[in-house]
């Protein structure tokens, strides 16, 4: 059951991103076919703004991530069983021994981060180190370093950088519309009326609504890999029943405050506890109650 549940989770993984990608190209080619008359233009920009911003995000992403939540790195003098729990995961999952940080906040909640597991980082909050028994601080650990292993944290960074590609080509395509662009349609195409009115209220539609579709695949991404690393923090502590323990503690929790907003899908768990959405579609993880019972099953 265990490596069925991480097998299909693997493979809904690689749909998302597959779509993703394909998403972000469609929204520049409608981008360009809206503001600059060429659809291949839009398709060859979107190319180019989501690889530099893929090699930005990559190249700095431990940094940046661990800075806006207000992390402080700490050693083994400082958290030796916080560090020694991080250190016997890392082994049994063998990966390199990542960086640990601390994000000083009552609320219990990790995530981890980083490009790769050579450059990765863990992060726990003072809270789940004071309410944490070292069983349930194993299970999170556990689900941590699996998002290293697994390389969750770089297909989150990706996520990430795709849908800063696409903010980016929808703004550059409404400035392009305010200051001419996309008016010389009218006077080349007369010929084709209809159907160039019908690609254009299509593309004008993929624009809009392109960074909602984004955003919802950024959180089906998230939500996807939180069941994978579940499964995989019990293949590596043989042992569900302290996460299971550990997410209970962690939904009765109140809200974070040193959390920052665009680092939430990060979390083991909501750090602002937001109440579910319609269909689950705008939350950044799964109902901590679906996730028990998968773990209840193994």
């Known amino acids: 059951m265990l490596y069925q549940q991480i097998a299909s989770n693997k493979r809904k993984t690689i749909y998302v991103m597959i779509g993703f990608a394909i998403l972000v ?3 520049g080619a409608a981008v360009g076919y809206v503001f600059y008359n060429s659809a291949m233009a839009g398709v060859v920009m979107a190319a180019v703004i989501a690889a530099i911003y893929m090699g930005m995000m990559i190249a700095n992403s431990t940094n940046v991530v661990m800075g806006m939540n207000h992390a402080t790195e700490v050693n083994e003098s400082s958290y030796p069983e916080l560090w020694h729990i991080v250190e016997d995961m890392a082994l049994v999952a063998k990966i390199p021994m990542p960086k640990v940080y601390i994000v000083d ?20 909050t003072t809270g789940i180190l004071s309410r944490l028994n070292r069983e349930e601080l194993e299970g999170v650990i556990g689900h941590e370093v699996s998002h290293i292993r697994n390389y969750d944290i770089r297909l989150s960074t990706i996520a990430l950088a795709l849908s800063s590609a696409i903010a980016m080509l929808v703004n550059l395509g409404m400035n392009s519309f305010w200051w001419g662009g996309g008016r010389r349609r009218s006077n080349d195409d007369n010929d084709n009326g209809g159907l160039e009115i019908i690609l254009m209220l299509l593309s004008l539609v993929l624009v809009i609504l392109g960074p909602i579709a984004t955003t919802i695949a950024q959180l089906a991404l998230s939500r996807n890999r939180e069941y994978l690393a ?4 019990v293949e590596l502590t043989r042992n569900p029943l302290g996460l299971i323990n550990a997410l209970r503690k962690i939904s009765t929790s109140e809200p974070m405050k040193a959390a920052d907003p665009s680092s939430a899908a990060l979390y083991i768990s909501d750090p602002f506890k937001k109440k579910r959405s319609m269909a689950h579609l705008f939350d950044t993880h799964p109902p901590i109650e679906d996730r028990i019972q998968r773990l209840e099953k193994m």
């Not at 579940?230 to 923090?233: H, I, M, N, P, T």
């Open 25 to 27: 190209l469609f929204i």
């Open 230 to 233: 579940d499964a995989s923090s």
């Open 105 to 124: 906040d009552p609320s219990p909640n990790a995530f981890a981060t980083g490009n790769s597991p050579k450059n990765a980082a863990v992060a726990v």
